[in-house]
């Protein structure tokens, strides 16, 4: 059996879905496939443990509010189809290693304060540096919302402004590098590596210093944007728009060859026995590493097949997931606080090793990193039953030693050794309030997800070697692969992983250009 669509999609996360959500704007029909039973991939909240509404990989949609998909509802999501989000307040709550916890607050003044208990000067420099991103955050971030070459790259643009030398260098830092040269005291040092840790990159390598602002910053302006009823409110919002536009979503359905005729591709067959063929293009967020497979070899070409061979996948995450009639209370100065991002960190240098030991493969028994999300706290639709869904994430190597199945022995013995790290901050997560609980390791996610290679699920390492130009492979960063009439948008492609819709969009802007069409009729262009 064969279908024909003008565009046919292989994968189904959010960022394959804004690329087709522009493509059907545009008047082409797009036909969409994806492996798992439902769309969205790393955007999914799924009904767990009794009805909860979790969120099983992505939690924070901070990143997406400053895309134009968003900030100017250019296809009209926000508008027409239900899509809000909620901005909580603490933003965060992150307990230090020597008991003590600081509190982000969405006023900057409360935050500074809270700073300024451990160093006058960390909290003077905090402002600063804020005030210093407002100068050139849209240099930098007006680069990650274009392809590749449509522009100046944000090194370029960065130099057309006074304090540009400064922020070039801050960028070319790693972040643990810039924390120490900024902040003084041990215990602001240790929220900053935290905090810029979120994106699971390894903070000590070249070329991550802006983490050390640009996330928070972010954060600081608004919060820990979650959805209004999930992660998966996004995609909801984005199938709605795809369905009334035309387009259809086939699940359950895994893409296993590319159809190449004539030296192009033309479409990609399915496990189902089903060819889905293009009468314009195909787009692909198969991870590269998967895609490679899906076509000869000497298509690829010798140089693109090693990028793609040395394309590193990036820090695997661990997952515990606690249904409790509480969420965590963490102890602070100031009595009890509860907040929908917390967490739990080690001194600077222990965050730093902890990220690079999983990013390297080496096992990593007692964890420097917690987050602990607990959307329920701003979100109570989320609950029929007034619980709380506790999300808690660390990073750990893919093989903890005895090869990856080993972690179907261990992994619920890991996951209460970081459930005792973090109740040494939230005493109150006592067993007589868990009532249920599901563990996954970086095995589990990535049997979940195969995108999510390793365990990994924002789509590669972002570190230096990357990012911008060099993501996924050098000379193939414009999201158009080595075969012709093969378009690659999603994580792995610029300017990388997280929920930020940034690929999807960018992806969508070469294909239409590609098509003869001029995207700024279907999207405000920068």
Not at 216 to 243: C, H, N
Not at 324 to 331: A, H, L, R, S
């Amino acid at each position: 059996m064969t279908r024909t669509a003008d565009i046919v999609v292989a994968g189904a996360g959010h960022n394959s879905l804004v690329t087709a959500a522009y493509l059907t704007s545009a008047g082409y029909e797009c036909a969409i496939v994806d492996a798992r039973p439902v769309p969205g991939g790393g955007a999914t909240t799924e009904s767990m443990m009794g009805g909860l509404a979790v969120d099983t990989c992505s939690t924070g949609h901070t990143l997406i509010q400053v895309n134009p998909l968003i900030r100017d509802d250019e296809l009209g999501i926000v508008e027409r189809y239900g899509l809000s989000y909620i901005d909580p307040d603490p933003v965060e709550v992150v307990a230090l290693p020597d008991g003590e916890t600081i509190t982000m607050h969405l006023d900057r003044a409360k935050t500074q304060r809270e700073l300024a208990r451990f160093s006058e000067s960390d909290a003077d420099t905090y402002g600063r540096l804020l005030d210093e991103w407002d100068e050139v955050k849209s240099l930098i971030g007006a680069a990650r919302f274009r392809p590749v070459g449509y522009g100046p790259d944000p090194k370029e643009a960065l130099m057309t402004h006074p304090r540009g030398s400064a922020w070039v260098r801050r960028s070319m830092l790693s972040a643990r590098d810039l924390i120490r040269h900024e902040y003084e005291d041990e215990h602001v040092r240790a929220f900053m590596g935290w905090m810029a840790s979120q994106v699971a990159v390894p903070i000590d390598g070249a070329g991550t210093g802006l983490l050390a602002i640009q996330i928070i910053a972010g954060r600081q302006l608004r919060s820990w944007s979650i959805p209004s009823g999930g992660s998966g409110k996004l995609i909801d919002a984005l199938v709605a728009y795809l369905e009334d536009h035309g387009a259809t979503i086939d699940c359950d359905t895994r893409v296993t060859q590319l159809i190449v005729e004539d030296g192009r591709c033309v479409g990609f067959r399915t496990d189902t026995g089903e060819d889905y063929r293009a009468r314009e293009a195909v787009v692909s967020t198969v991870h590269v590493k998967h895609l490679v497979d899906m076509a000869p070899k000497e298509l690829w070409g010798e140089s693109f097949l090693y990028g793609v061979d040395t394309y590193h996948v990036g820090v695997p995450f661990f997952a515990a997931y606690y249904a409790t009639d509480e969420p965590p209370v963490f102890k602070t100065h100031d009595g009890g606080r509860s907040s929908v991002s917390a967490g739990v960190t080690g001194w600077l240098d222990d965050v730093a090793i902890h990220a690079r030991k999983a990013a390297e493969g080496e096992f990593v028994g007692e964890p420097s990193f917690l987050l602990a999300a607990t959307p329920t706290i701003a979100d109570p639709s989320r609950s029929p039953d007034g619980r709380h869904a506790v999300k808690v994430v660390s990073f750990n190597a893919y093989d903890p030693g005895g090869g990856p199945e080993r972690w179907d022995e261990i992994k619920d013995a890991h996951a209460a050794r970081m459930l005792d790290h973090l109740r040494r901050s939230a005493p109150n997560l006592t067993d007589d309030i868990i009532s249920d609980r599901i563990v996954k390791s970086p095995l589990d996610i990535e049997r979940d997800n195969p995108h999510m290679v390793h365990g990994a699920p924002h789509g590669g390492d972002r570190g230096i070697a990357f990012t911008g130009a060099q993501r996924p492979v050098p000379g193939w960063a414009q999201h158009r692969m080595p075969i012709p009439g093969l378009y690659q948008t999603g994580g792995t492609t610029h300017p990388g992983g997280s929920i930020t819709g940034a690929p999807g969009r960018n992806a969508a802007i070469v294909l239409l250009e590609d098509l003869g069409r001029d995207p700024s009729e279907f999207m405000r262009m920068s």
